[in-house]
């Protein structure tokens, strides 16, 4: 069965960095986008980032580009973001998603078009 578990979280202090993981199983990794989200307290889950199944297209929520990068090695079935320069307001719950259906990404910011999540990891960013 498809399996997504993250990894990484913990405590930065602002201004810091921490790299997330999602390992993947159950399924062609390669042919799938992948997203991203977050959930921060007392708020919704929401779209952080998501790359296609080759790597090729990237796609950031305006207030982490330039801060987090989204990056897929296909051959380990993992997805990974690196976030530097972190601040507080990333404080959250990091969960990563399979978008629904093979060799499409259209759609990739709306969470109803994910069909797999995994369990989330803790981020918590102190200033």
């Known amino acids: 069965q498809v399996q997504l578990v993250e990894s990484g979280g913990g405590l930065v202090q602002a201004g810091g960095s921490l790299r997330l993981s999602c390992a993947s199983s159950?399924?062609?990794?390669?042919?799938?986008?992948m997203g991203w989200f977050r959930q921060g307290p007392g708020k919704e889950r929401e779209f952080v980032t998501a790359?296609?199944?080759?790597?090729?297209?990237?796609d950031y929520v305006d207030y982490v580009k330039g801060r987090f990068t989204i990056s897929r090695d296909n051959a380990q079935n993992t997805v990974y973001l690196q976030m530097n320069s972190v601040k507080p307001e990333d404080t959250a719950v990091y969960y990563c998603?399979?978008?629904?259906?093979?060799?499409?990404?259209?759609?990739?910011?709306?969470?109803?078009?994910?069909?797999?999540w995994g369990q989330g990891t803790q981020v918590t960013v102190s200033s």
């Open positions: 998603a399979r978008k629904m259906g093979a060799y499409t990404f259209i759609n990739h910011r709306d969470l109803s078009k994910y069909d797999y």
């Open positions: 790359i296609t199944g080759s790597g090729g297209i990237t």
């Open positions: 159950g399924f062609t990794f390669s042919s799938y986008a």
